[in-house]
């Protein structure tokens, strides 16, 4: 038994040694497997990191270009290369060789780009690395990968609504009551202007320049027969040979310029300009260089222009205060066609309506066009300018303001951004920059007391760099 006993336990030994042998090799192997497999992770994790990085910097860099096109794909382009140089990927930093530009146009209803060079509005930006260097890739006979990253990216359109001032203020400049803030020659010129604009119209004996006659006690039939009106008609709608006549002799400005008891065209464009400039008054006023209003209508056609040459995509529509019924008015829903706004734009003039100043109709009237008909995945804004202060619609100055915050929030809300300009002196800066505060949206102030060449172009200027600062987004 006790042979036997040992044999059993060496048998056993033997067993227990061979086994032992067999788990190291297993283990062996095993580590090998395990450690190709780290090997396999850490390459790989590697080549997905490398691709993130270039698709980060290819999303950034084709964001930059499409930002740039306006002023050309050689400006985009290089915009590009300067956020693909600035961000590395796999340690590398990027160059030309990395990267392929096309651009063309892109379809948001179809979702396709098309090459052109014609007024293109997207990038098209390839990037690649090559020859990348694996950590262990070798190991299983590949020592190094290829990687790339494609984007298309576009300026996204935009539904803007136009929401301007066309209140009697909007000629002030044409007044002598703004004497005090360009100077009586600037007024002065800007009348012989719009007289000549009139057609140089005669009547009776009047000529351009003031004559004085009579005074306060001199009967309006009197001076009527001493210029030759009194079987003359009075050429428009509004207004009356009596009473220009009682307007000379009465009105402050008139006599701060210097010209009471004067008469001739001068003093009667003035009186026109002052008291009788809406549309169903003097038609005729629409198609003269009122001022600051002209300056807004040439302002508005550099903004359409720039959206035209650029095939923005934006569709624009024109809402004006205050109306006849002392609200406002949609004059043009959003559309492509910006002639359509151009010419409402240049048929409206100062007072066209009533002279009164209710922005946050002309607010409403605005947001919910864009609320109602705007495209999806389009941005909305609206752009509102004044040169006055608020007075409509209930002609309490706290509560006018309120509303116009009240609409502001309603903006934010819908997440339409407010652009508010202020054009001269008069206009409410603190209230337009609250309104743009309240929305998320940016104030501009176009400074009074200027010659009005300066306000021209300081107004396109405001308005060309709305029309350039476009949403981006990557489309594909």
Not at 288 to 295: D, R
Not at 352 to 364: C, E, K, R, V
Not at 369 to 378: E, H, S, T, Y
Not at 387 to 398: A, C, H, K, S
């Amino acid at each position: 038994m006790n042979r036997d006993h040992t044999i059993e336990k060496r048998e056993l030994r033997h067993a227990q040694q061979e086994r032992g042998g067999k788990i190291v090799v297993m283990a062996a192997f095993l580590l090998i497997f395990m450690l190709g497999m780290v090997a396999f992770g850490v390459d790989v994790g590697y080549m997905a990191l490398t691709k993130g990085e270039l698709q980060t910097s290819t999303d950034a860099a084709a964001l930059a270009g499409a930002g740039e096109l306006v002023n050309g794909t050689a400006a985009a382009q290089a915009a590009a290369m300067t956020y693909l140089a600035a961000n590395k990927a796999g340690g590398h930093t990027l160059n030309e060789t990395n990267a392929a530009f096309e651009f063309g146009n892109w379809n948001s209803s179809t979702r396709v780009f098309t090459v052109t060079n014609e007024t293109p509005n997207a990038i098209h930006l390839t990037t690649s690395i090559m020859q990348q260097p694996l950590f262990f890739g070798r190991v299983l006979g590949r020592n190094t990968f290829n990687t790339g990253a494609d984007v298309v990216a576009t300026y996204q359109p935009r539904e803007i609504g136009l929401v301007l001032d066309y209140s009697g203020s909007m000629a002030y400049d044409s007044t002598f009551r703004n004497i005090s803030l360009i100077g009586q020659a600037a007024v002065e010129t800007n009348l012989q202007q719009i007289y000549t604009q009139l057609g140089s119209p005669t009547y009776g004996t009047l000529t351009y320049t003031p004559v004085a006659y009579g005074n306060g006690s001199t009967s309006n039939s009197t001076i009527k027969a001493n210029f030759g009106l009194t079987s003359v008609p009075y050429p428009y709608p509004g207004g009356s040979w009596d009473e220009y006549i009682d307007f000379v002799q009465s009105d402050n400005y008139v006599n701060s310029a210097g010209y009471r008891y004067k008469y001739g065209y001068l003093t009667w464009v003035n009186y026109l300009t002052t008291s009788r400039y809406g549309n169903s008054n003097t038609p005729a006023l629409k198609n003269c260089s009122e001022q600051p209003v002209t300056a807004l209508k040439d302002a508005v056609d550099v903004f359409l222009e720039f959206l035209n040459y650029n095939s923005t995509d934006d569709r624009v529509s024109l809402s004006i205060y205050t109306y006849s019924d002392g609200t406002a008015i949609l004059e043009q829903a959003l559309t492509h066609d910006y002639s359509v706004i151009a010419s409402k734009c240049r048929s409206r003039q100062a007072g066209h309506y009533i002279p009164y100043t209710n922005i946050s109709a002309g607010m409403t009237k605005g947001r919910v066009d864009l609320q109602n008909n705007a495209r999806i995945g389009a941005a909305r804004m609206l752009v509102v300018m004044t040169d006055g202060v608020v007075n409509r619609p209930t002609g309490n100055t706290t509560t006018d303001k309120q509303l116009c915050r009240n609409e502001a929030q309603l903006c934010a809300n819908a997440k339409i951004p407010v652009v508010t300009i202020c054009v001269g002196a008069l206009a409410d800066t603190a209230l337009m920059q609250e309104l743009a505060d309240i929305s998320g949206g940016v104030a501009f102030v176009v400074p009074g007391g200027q010659p009005i060449a300066s306000v021209q172009a300081q107004l396109e200027a405001v308005f060309v760099q709305v029309a350039s600062d476009r949403p981006l987004q990557i489309v594909q």
